[in-house]
């Protein structure tokens, strides 16, 4: 196995626990939960296979449902999430490649990059996220409301992790 993939793994593990433990708890309103176990899918690499960032969607969604006891909202989500992230790294981007190795993120590929990928995708699982949870367009402009909301304190939390790891030595 190689450092990578472990390093991955261990994001994976330590964000899903983060998120049950810690930030499932930290509640403003009723409605403002950070969800930064999306992380995982924004910093995995380029050459990630499609299949391979669905089944860990699926996966990622699922613990997170499973610890929340909630029925597959974050599972479905996160599925979104992964399938649109090829497309999302090329709409912010009009480069169709990226260097071998290389994985999202601030200090690879910049502030504004990486904001905007974020802000695409974060937005798509959010909003998913919230109008599956309440299922209804009666309260159509409320909901988005808080899913607005929701985004910018959850990009809020993104951005912060980034910059403070970015400023680390890289490891490999």
Do not use: C
Request: avoid cysteine; charge should be positive.
């Amino acid at each position: 196995m190689n450092n990578i993939t472990l390093r991955n793994i261990v994001r994976f593990v330590v964000l899903v626990f983060i998120q049950v433990l810690i930030f499932n708890n930290i509640s403003l309103k009723s409605y403002l939960v950070p969800y930064i176990y999306v992380l995982f899918i924004l910093l995995l690499p380029f050459e990630t296979p499609k299949w391979l960032l669905l089944v860990s969607g699926f996966f990622l969604g699922f613990f997170v449902d499973m610890f929340s006891n909630t029925a597959g909202v974050h599972t479905a989500a996160t599925v979104l999430m992964a399938f649109i992230r090829p497309f999302a790294g090329n709409f912010v981007s009009a480069k169709h490649e990226y260097e071998e190795g290389i994985q999202p993120g601030i200090r690879a590929l910049g502030f504004r990059w990486f904001f905007s990928y974020s802000l695409l995708l974060v937005s798509a699982h959010h909003l998913l996220l919230y109008y599956l949870e309440v299922f209804s367009f009666r309260a159509f402009f409320l909901t988005l409301w808080h899913a607005i909301l929701n985004i910018f304190f959850t990009m809020l939390f993104i951005i912060l992790s980034q910059l403070i790891l970015s400023g680390q030595k890289k490891n490999s």
